[in-house]
């Protein structure tokens, strides 16, 4: 089948090399513009422009598809089928139109829960234990369309979004191959959403990622994991922002007020929402490389009863 691939990360460049893979023609691949990257502000092109341009597939990357030049060029392509991963902008309906059978989304949740720009990490931070891959037709709302297939994932008790991140780019691959067989055949179904059901998974801020302390210490390690490892999970320190790469809940209560540090040997236990204990294992404090919390307590000791506030 023809087809115009879109998107960006590492994430889309599984199901863009699985698409290769199974024999799709692959006209033409839409990426999100270079950026600006580390502390040198250095252009880098995204993983998925790298990849196609080492398979020898043209690469286009407009600022905006709503120009009438960028739909007349990709209405050039003479796609069949438009197939949408991580690409990270909202196609206006006509593009939706273009191909002859239309636009597909692979989408990391399972709608309608977890619409929007960042379901992988959300689900992580609401506590769900299961989450999946949604491929869908795309129509002009954001992630409404009426869905294809779904495949559902459990998520480990420990698993960081990092690690599903990788985990879900293979089962979206997979998926989206699979599904495409079906539209060709003349097997692929269409179920519409429920609304009633709809969840929302917002852009991450940085702000987000600051510890409540007042949440109990299941809400805040599933924070740590869900925040990893954009924007991170992290607290401030006499100013200094410590950023918390690991942590677990300790299996005792406290009464102890939240925020309160009631542990500092070889470990630091802090009392959490609803007499919940959270131990920090690894910490990345500001000016420094990510260490286990021994480390940081051998070069710091911070007292029992010291109060970690929420600036």
Not at 109 to 117: H, T, V
């Amino acid at each position: 089948m023809r087809i115009v691939f879109m998107g960006t990360p590492d994430y889309s460049v599984k199901t863009l090399e699985a698409l290769l893979k199974a024999g799709h023609e692959i006209v033409g691949v839409y990426a999100q513009p270079d950026k600006p990257v580390g502390r040198k502000r250095i252009l880098t092109p995204p993983p998925v422009k790298v990849y196609a341009e080492e398979k020898g597939i043209p690469v286009f990357q407009p600022n905006t598809l709503k120009d009438d030049a960028v739909f007349e060029e990709l209405k050039s392509l003479a796609p069949e089928l438009i197939v949408v991963v991580a690409y990270g902008k909202i196609l206006p309906e006509r593009i939706l139109n273009i191909a002859k059978y239309g636009c597909i989304n692979g989408h990391a949740s399972i709608l309608p829960k977890y619409r929007g720009a960042s379901p992988i990490q959300w689900c992580i931070v609401q506590g769900e234990t299961e989450t999946g891959v949604t491929i869908m037709y795309m129509d002009k709302g954001m992630d409404t369309g009426d869905i294809i297939e779904i495949e559902r994932v459990k998520i480990g008790d420990d698993e960081t979004a990092d690690e599903l991140f990788d985990r879900l780019s293979y089962v979206s691959a997979d998926l989206t191959v699979a599904t495409i067989e079906k539209i060709a055949n003349g097997t692929a179904k269409r179920t519409k959403q429920d609304e009633s059901k709809a969840t929302y998974a917002p852009i991450l801020t940085k702000d987000m990622a600051q510890i409540d302390f007042t949440k109990t210490a299941w809400e805040v390690k599933n924070a740590v994991r869900g925040f990893n490892s954009w924007p991170c999970a992290y607290f401030f320190l006499d100013g200094k922002r410590v950023k918390v790469l690991k942590a677990d809940v300790e299996n005792i209560t406290t009464n102890k007020e939240c925020g309160t540090v009631i542990c500092c040997d070889n470990k630091l236990l802090i009392a959490c929402g609803e007499g919940t204990v959270l131990s920090l294992l690894e910490v990345q404090p500001e000016g420094s490389k990510a260490m286990n919390i021994a480390t940081m307590l051998n070069g710091r000791k911070i007292p029992v009863g010291t109060k970690i506030e929420r600036v």
